[in-house]
């Protein structure tokens, strides 16, 4: 039995309080506990905090204890100041509302999209290029699991702050090493399964992918314009890469409404475009 999920259930009976040890119920272990970060939801906006033993001041909403969160139920409702909360648990799809952002981010749906065409999966080693405001490695590292290794490098100390305190709040840090170094030629890794890059000349990383890719390993580049996706195009296929791919991504968002069905005004028409292809000998 788990003592510390055991539960005492009680039950008044002609005025005698019984006591019932209940192991295992299966709901308590969705309740939130010490420990778990925890997302304040209302439909106007998100706030990541820590369940711990301290009181904090949150912006927009004041001073919270978030001990009062443990034993709820995921998804509890809960009164903070003036407005109405729902407690859930953080998704990564979210991240770009909790996170500090300096650098302009890779999309969370793109970086699943690129991790798609580059077979990232549970257990792959993958190198980066270009921490920024850490929205990418956030993804890839969640993609690797804890069996699986993502290495980032970055040239500037303010990004690799940046990005190491936004991996952290999103407790996203655990299999990632973050190296302040140039990734077109200080990359120490050999054999990896992946090597994706965020940089403003991809191109110039190719070489380098060369030499730390295994054999049929990946390469992806997100650039934001088509000429720097033509370049990088063309020098993957000078290097030899195989099994070119170039995309865009875009996303229409519905707005499902009483009187009928209509695609949001709000649809954003242009994020960047992504070249991913296969190392060859
Ligand atoms: C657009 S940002 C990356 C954003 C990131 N993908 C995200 O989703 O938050 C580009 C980053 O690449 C870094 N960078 C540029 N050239 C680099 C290089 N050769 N090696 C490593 N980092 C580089 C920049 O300092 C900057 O932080």
């Not at 980032?152 to 990632?176: H, M, P, Q, S, V």
């Not at 580049?221 to 296929?237: A, H, I, W």
Request: glycine residues 10%.
């Amino acid at each position: 039995m788990d003592i510390e999920l055991s539960f005492f259930l009680f039950k008044r009976r002609k005025g005698i309080i019984k006591v019932y040890n209940v192991p295992r119920l299966p709901y308590l272990v969705n309740m939130i506990k010490k420990g778990d970060k925890v997302v304040l939801w209302k439909t106007d906006g998100a706030t990541l905090v820590d369940v711990d033993e301290e009181t904090k001041k949150i912006p927009g909403i004041g001073i919270i204890d978030t001990r009062r969160f443990v034993g709820k139920d995921w998804g509890t409702e809960v009164e903070l100041g003036r407005d109405k909360y729902r407690l859930l648990q953080p998704a990564i799809k979210d991240a770009p509302k909790l996170i500090k952002r300096e650098a302009q981010i890779v999309l969370p749906r793109i970086a699943v999209q690129i991790a798609f065409y580059c077979d990232i999966t549970c257990g792959k080693r993958v190198v980066e290029g270009g921490a920024g405001s850490g929205m990418m490695s956030a993804v890839l590292a969640n993609m690797v699991g804890p069996e699986g290794e993502l290495v980032t490098y970055e040239l500037r100390e303010d990004f690799i702050r940046t990005a190491r305190t936004n991996l952290e709040k999103l407790g996203a840090a655990e299999n990632w090493k973050l190296v302040k170094g140039d990734v077109t030629k200080d990359v120490k890794e050999r054999t990896v399964d992946a090597f994706v890059v965020d940089i403003p000349e991809p191109w110039q990383a190719l070489d380098m992918a060369g030499e730390a890719l295994k054999n049929g390993g990946f390469f992806a580049g997100y650039v934001p314009s088509t000429n720097q996706l033509e370049r990088t195009v063309k020098k993957m296929r000078k290097n030899g890469f195989i099994d070119i791919k170039s995309f865009e991504s875009l996303e229409r968002d519905m707005v499902i409404g009483d009187r009928g069905v209509r695609p949001s005004f709000d649809m954003l028409g242009h994020t960047g475009y992504v070249a991913v292809g296969r190392k060859t000998h």
